[in-house]
C-alpha cells in the first residue's frame, strides 16, 4: 500500500497572508486606521479573528507585516550616490501613497508611541531591514542614515497626516533636492 500524504487543513499561509493583507488595506483606506479593527479585518478578509490573532498578536504587528509586503525590497539604484537617494526617496513616496498604505503607516506609529511592544516590531521587523540596505548603498553609519530615514519618512506623513492625501510630485522633487545637500 502506497503511503500518502493528509491534505493541509484551511488555505496555504501565503494566500491566507494575501487575503488578509490586501483586506487590512482595503479596511484602512475606507473606515480609517482605528475603524479597521482586527474584527473588521477578520470580517472583510474572510476568516476568523483567531485566524488573525494565531499569525499576529496584535493589529499593529499584522498592520506592520501587511506594511513590509506592500512596500517590498527599497531599490537603490542609480549610477551615483545622489540617484540611489532619490530612487529611495520616490519608492517611499509612491508606496506611502498606496491606497490605505499612508494610513496605516501612520496609524501603526501613532499607536506605537505607547506601545513598547510594537515600537520593538516596527524598529526591528520593519526599520532595521530597510535601514541595513540603504546604509550598505550609502556607506554612511546608524545614525546618519536613521536621520535620513526619519526627515523623508517624517516628511511624508506628516504631510498625509495634515492634508489628507500625499505629498506631491513636485513637492517631492523639491525634498530630495534639500536632502541631496546632505546626503548626495
Given at each position: ?72 525590497p ?10 540611489v ?28 508611541i505607547?506601545?513598547?511592544?510594537l ?13 541595513v ?10 545614525d ?12 511624508l ?19 530630495i ?8
Open positions: 500500500m502506497q503511503a500518502t500524504t493528509p491534505p493541509t487543513a484551511g488555505r496555504p499561509r501565503s494566500d491566507l497572508n494575501a487575503t488578509v493583507f490586501a483586506a487590512t488595506l482595503r479596511s484602512v483606506r475606507e473606515l480609517g486606521y482605528a475603524g479597521a479593527t482586527m474584527d473588521r479585518i477578520a470580517t472583510a478578509a474572510g476568516v476568523a479573528k483567531t485566524t488573525l490573532y494565531r499569525r499576529w498578536p496584535s493589529k499593529g504587528a499584522l498592520i506592520a507585516d501587511c506594511l513590509l509586503d506592500a512596500f517590498g527599497v531599490p537603490l539604484t542609480g549610477a551615483d550616490r545622489g540617484e537617494v532619490a530612487s529611495a526617496i520616490r519608492w517611499i513616496a509612491a508606496k506611502i501613497s498606496a491606497p490605505g498604505a499612508g494610513a496605516a503607516f501612520a496609524g501603526v506609529f501613532s499607536d506605537a505607547n506601545d513598547p511592544s515600537r520593538e516590531i516596527l524598529s526591528k521587523r520593519f526599520q532595521e531591514p530597510y535601514r540596505a540603504v546604509q550598505d548603498a550609502l556607506g554612511e553609519p546608524d546618519r542614515v536613521l536621520l535620513l530615514i526619519d526627515v523623508v519618512t517624517g516628511t506623513l506628516h504631510r498625509m497626516g495634515m492634508t489628507g492625501e500625499p505629498m506631491a510630485d513636485a513637492d517631492v522633487e523639491a525634498m533636492d534639500m536632502v541631496l545637500r546632505t546626503f548626495g
